[in-house]
């Protein structure tokens, strides 16, 4: 059965870092697309940030560009989200998602057909 887990929110101040974890199993990452999403109160799911199996292909929102990097350990069956000079507006549920698709990600939630349950972020002084 695949499943994904997502792990490493937590309350942080304006400024930190986190670096959240998606633990995949019950299928070969190799061969998927791992995008990341957040969801902030009463907003929309917004795409945050995707990569394919291929590491130089990635994609990031505009408003993350230079501060989040997304990376994964094949070997490990895990994809990472490492979110740096972390904002209030970074406060949300971090959610990741799979496709089995290793040529291209997307940054849109129809793309993917995989969700875990989520990780709560903080960004708060």
């Known amino acids: 059965q695949l499943q994904l887990v997502e792990s490493g929110g937590g309350l942080v101040q304006p400024g930190g870092s986190l670096r959240l974890s998606c633990a995949t199993s019950?299928?070969?990452?190799?061969?998927?697309?791992i995008g990341w999403f957040r969801q902030a109160p009463g907003k929309e799911r917004e795409g945050v940030s995707c990569?394919?199996?291929?590491?130089?292909?990635?994609k990031y929102a505009d408003s993350v560009k230079g501060r989040f990097t997304i990376s994964r350990d094949n070997a490990k069956n895990t994809v990472y989200l490492q979110m740096n000079s972390l904002k209030p507006e970074d406060t949300g549920i971090y959610y990741c998602?799979?496709?089995?698709?290793?040529?291209?990600?997307?940054?849109?939630?129809?793309?993917?057909?995989?969700w875990g349950q989520g990780t709560q972020v903080t960004v708060s002084s």
């Open positions: 998602a799979a496709k089995m698709n290793p040529w291209s990600c997307a940054l849109v939630r129809n793309f993917y057909d995989y």
């Open positions: 990569g394919r199996s291929s590491s130089d292909s990635t």
């Open positions: 019950g299928f070969t990452l190799d061969y998927y697309a």
